[in-house]
């Protein structure tokens, strides 16, 4: 018995006529019936009372009926859920407690594999290894190294911080610089949020009463603000891959270990088969950064 037969005598049993179920189920009616007769004759019973040209579902073709219908809802359950199944299985969530590192990584992932196949999000929470551990994520990418024996984590960029002057500026001779000691007047920054910002609060504020900080929360805004010839600003080593300041500007390194932040990838040991093509592909993409 095949759940076809069953989707077949449901019509039949459902419908006013057999014309109309060989309608409904777009075959003819010769070649539904001989199906109808060969399900009666598997189950060693009639289901239907034919009368003249007419036929009608008898007691037992009612509780074959009743049959019938929780098979044909349990095999529909059943494929729904495996279909949900799949859908979750197939979906790499893929988490950043930084933006940086994230607008950076992601629009190479989704050229590379798709992005229906992606779900990116930019969290807050603490605790990466719960989230890693109930599957809200299956790869984090965060600013401290996760130890815990069923997680892998490996380090994946220093990031580093650079000061972007005009090209006119005292300060474009330097290389490198130490804002403890060497600063300009004004500074432009672009607020996003996320840990490494966290990290350099208190690096601003210290340096706030020499000279003037600006904070921009507005992309857009900001980023026509630094096309000034007159404005300085900062930029990262992940940063600079994708954020165009424009032309005729001198980007410094800056040397002071507050502005530096070290990005880790971690993921569950027992998912390694199934995400390690793209934790191979992160890996790689940051490693270019630094060639």
């Known amino acids: 018995m095949e759940l076809t037969q069953l989707e077949q005598f ?12 060989a309608q409904t189920l777009h075959i003819s009616q010769p070649a539904l ?9 598997e189950l060693g019973v009639r289901l239907f009372d034919r009368i003249n040209n007419t036929i009608l579902l008898n007691e037992a073709g009612t509780i074959a009926l009743n049959y ?6 349990t095999a529909a359950k059943m494929k729904s859920q495996l279909h949900e199944y799949a859908i979750r299985n197939s979906i790499i969530k893929i ?4 933006p940086g590192p994230m607008w950076h990584i992601m629009p190479h992932i989704s050229t590379a594999f798709g992005d229906k196949l992606i779900k990116n999000e930019f969290y807050k929470e603490k605790d990466e290894i719960e989230m890693l551990l109930n599957e809200k994520y299956d790869i984090i990418i965060c600013s401290h190294d996760i130890q815990h ?4 984590c490996k ?5 580093q911080l650079y000061l972007s002057v005009p090209m006119e500026s005292p300060l474009s001779k330097f290389k490198e610089i130490d804002l403890q000691k060497n600063y300009p007047t004004s500074l432009s920054l672009f607020s996003v949020g996320g840990e490494y910002e966290k990290q350099k609060h208190k690096f601003w504020q210290s340096l706030s009463s020499k000279m003037v900080i600006t904070k921009y929360t507005d992309y857009f805004i900001f980023s026509q603000a630094i096309r000034n010839k007159n404005i300085n600003t900062t930029t990262t080593k992940i940063v600079r891959n994708y954020r165009n300041d424009g032309l005729n500007r001198h980007l410094i390194l800056i040397t002071n270990q507050e502005t530096m932040n070290n990005y880790y990838i ?3 040991k027992k998912e390694v088969h199934k995400i390690n093509q793209y934790v191979q592909f992160i890996l790689c993409i940051m490693e270019l950064i630094d060639k």
């Open 266 to 268: 971690a993921y569950l």
């Open 95 to 98: 988490a950043f407690d930084d």
């Open 10 to 21: 449901k019509t039949i049993a459902t419908s006013k006529t057999m014309t109309e179920a």
């Open 155 to 159: 380090h994946l960029i220093q990031e």
């Open 149 to 152: 024996p069923s997680i892998i």
């Open 33 to 41: 019936s001989t199906r109808l007769k060969k399900l009666e004759e």
């Open 68 to 73: 019938a219908t929780e098979i044909l809802d």
